[in-house]
């Protein structure tokens, strides 16, 4: 039985460590979508800050970001949370927490931000 219970607690960490794996998204430029209209070029560096690629007025406030277990965190300069973005058909979706605009942010020129 007990080697039943170590294989069961073996497989469940794995398939933790898979799922996190593909969930975090890594370093580089994406696309940021704020609500239905207005999208805007982001690089995410390994550092952690998150810099414009051009003019973007509705994305001001996101200056950092972290890469999260389920997902990707958006913060302020001073780090506070802008928006939890979940792992979703590619992309990364959720709600600024703001105005409640939602956030999609997917990879730069592809559709599949984890292939990043």
Same mark, same amino acid.
């Given at each position: 039985?007990?080697?039943?219970? #170590?294989?069961?607690? $073996?497989? %469940? &960490?794995?398939?933790?460590?898979?799922? #996190?794996?593909?969930? $975090?998204? %890594? &370093?580089g430029s994406y696309k940021l979508a704020i609500g239905a209209n207005t999208t805007c070029a982001i690089n995410l560096a390994d550092d952690g800050a998150a810099n414009y690629a051009g003019d973007c007025a509705q994305g001001a406030g996101v200056a950092k970001w972290r890469a999260k277990f389920n997902g990707v965190e958006l913060q302020t300069a001073g780090g506070e949370t802008v928006a939890l973005l979940k792992g979703k058909d590619g992309a990364y979706t959720g709600t600024r927490f703001a105005d409640g605009r939602a956030l999609t942010l997917s990879a730069e020129g592809s559709a599949v931000a984890q292939s990043h």
């Open positions: 039985m007990t080697s039943l219970r #170590s294989l069961l607690i $073996a497989s %469940a &960490a794995l398939v933790l460590t898979a799922v #996190s794996a593909q969930a $975090a998204p %890594a &370093a």
